[in-house]
T-cell receptor, first 112, second 114 residues
Framework: EAGVTQSPTHLIKTRGQQATLRCSPISGHTSVYWYQQALGLGLQFLLWYDEGEERNRGNFPPRFSGRQFPNYSSELNVNALELEDSALYLC???FGLGQPQHFGDGTRLSIL | GDSVTQMEGPVTLSEEAFLTINCTYTATGYPSLFWYVQYPGEGLQLLLKATKADDKGSNKGFEATYRKETTSFHLEKGSVQVSDSAVYFCALSDQKGGSEKLVFGKGTKLTVNP
């Protein structure tokens, strides 16, 4: 069974640009979660999508947004990139509320 | 809000030593508790879980028991191997109001020397 897949593996951008990160969940999973793992800040919850809808959002500015497609894959968009957005962005998926979350290997976003 | 506190380490052990990584939590209600492991350059892997008080999660020789009275979920292994070297994260699942997110501790880096 294929796990959660994320692309690209690495992404290099400059300040002010926009970044798009992609995630394909485990087959059968309907919920997708995004987390940011920044140096010194640990793992922080960003967004939760379920059945195509945004269900919960962490304490991040509106320039962090995303969506979930009918096939349950998801995109995370970050606009007006800032240096502090440099981090590993992890996507996870699950069967839904209360079920264990399974993680991909992440996208390393570097802002120059 | 909900929070998780775990010993930050780093922890360095010799092969076959006993491992304990402490984890305590603060939460309203009855969260589910998890340990995840992150190997270098990889994402997080679910190691074990417990969903209610006194549950014991176990996997690959690792164990943790959900202790409601002490709000703890300490990770233990009787005999560590070099391959156990990784960063370990304790987490709780916050499902208040129908929402869903994991709240993580800061992680504990474990190095096991041969």
């Amino acid at each position: 069974e294929a796990g959660v897949t994320q692309s690209p593996t690495h992404l290099i951008k400059t300040r002010g640009q926009q970044a798009t990160l992609r995630c394909s969940p485990i087959s059968g999973h309907t919920s997708v979660y995004w987390y940011q793992q920044a140096l010194g800040l640990g793992l922080q919850f960003l967004l939760w999508y379920d059945e195509g809808e945004e269900r919960n959002r962490g304490n991040f500015p509106p320039r962090f947004s995303g969506r979930q497609f009918p096939n349950y894959s998801s995109e995370l968009n970050v606009n007006a990139l800032e240096l502090e957005d440099s981090a590993l962005y992890l996507c996870a998926s699950s069967f839904g509320l209360g079920q264990p979350q399974h993680f991909g290997d992440g996208t390393r976003l570097s802002i120059l | 809000g909900d929070s998780v506190t775990q010993m930050e380490g780093p922890v360095t052990l010799s092969e076959e030593a006993f491992l304990t990584i402490n984890c305590t939590y603060t939460a309203t209600g009855y969260p589910s508790l998890f340990w995840y492991v992150q190997y270098p350059g990889e994402g997080l892997q679910l190691l074990l879980k417990a969903t209610k008080a006194d549950d014991k999660g176990s996997n690959k020789g690792f164990e943790a028991t959900y202790r409601k009275e002490t709000t703890s979920f300490h990770l233990e292994k009787g005999s560590v191997q070099v391959s156990d070297s990784a960063v370990y994260f304790c987490a709780l699942s916050d499902q208040k109001g129908g929402s869903e997110k994991l709240v993580f501790g800061k992680g504990t880096k474990l190095t096991v020397n041969p």
